[in-house]
């Protein structure tokens, strides 16, 4: 069975510019996370999303935003780019009914 | 506000001795109470969760315990192996486990001396 899958894996953006990041959830799951990993500040939650609707936010800014399309893939944007958003952006998904949620490998960016 | 304190932030134990790792959280709301466990270049995996209505669940050589009036719940593993060497987050959430908005403990760096 097809894990969670992010891409790309490795992405290098400069100052100022935005990226976006795509995770395809397991298949079935409609429920769909991304988290913030940085060694300073641990593991943060971004936004959740369950069929297509934002269903939680964290503290971020609103440069950062997402989607999720009707096949439950999502997409994460990350607009005007600093050196701070250099991070490890993990999706997780889930069914959404209380059975765990699974992560993918993450994309490592790398802002410069 | 720190809404979830996990101890020790390291840990080294040699074969065959038991690992335990504490998470304390503030938010009574929360219902759903998972370890998670993560390896280099790689996300975190769901290693074993408990409800607030038992206070134990063993899976293999994994433990939690969870104590709901001092708002705690830790992770034993027992008989720890090189194997198990890796990061372990505690992950408390609200909606039974149905809602993806976690919040993540700092981890805890396991190393097992062979």
């Known amino acids: 069975k097809a894990g969670v899958t992010q891409t790309p894996r490795y992405l290098i953006k400069t100052r100022g510019q935005q990226v976006t990041l795509s995770c395809s959830p397991i298949?079935?799951?409609?429920?769909v996370s991304w988290y913030q990993q940085t060694p300073g500040q641990g593991l943060q939650f971004l936004f959740e999303y369950f069929s297509e609707t934002q269903r939680n936010k964290g503290n971020f800014p609103g440069r950062f935003s997402g989607r999720q399309f009707s096949n439950s893939r999502s997409e994460m944007n990350v607009s005007t780019l600093e050196l701070g958003d250099s991070a490890l952006y993990l999706c997780a998904s889930s069914f959404s009914r209380g059975d765990g949620y699974t992560f993918g490998s993450g994309t490592r960016l790398t802002v410069v | 506000q720190q809404q979830v304190k996990q101890s020790p932030q390291s840990l080294i134990v040699q074969k065959g001795g038991i690992s335990i790792i504490n998470c304390a959280y503030e938010n009574t709301a929360f219902d759903y109470f998972p370890w998670y466990q993560q390896f280099p270049g790689k996300g975190p995996a769901l290693l074993i969760a408990i409800r607030p209505d038992v206070s134990e669940k063993k899976e293999g050589r994994f433990t939690i315990s969870f104590n709901k009036s001092a708002k705690q719940f830790s992770l034993h593993i027992m008989d720890s192996q090189p194997g198990d060497s890796a990061t372990y987050f505690c992950?408390?959430?609200?909606?039974?486990?149905?809602?993806?908005?976690?919040?993540f403990g700092k981890g805890t760096k396991l190393s097992v001396k062979p």
């Open positions: 298949s079935g799951h409609r429920s």
């Open positions: 992950a408390p959430g609200a909606g039974g486990g149905s809602q993806g908005n976690l919040i």
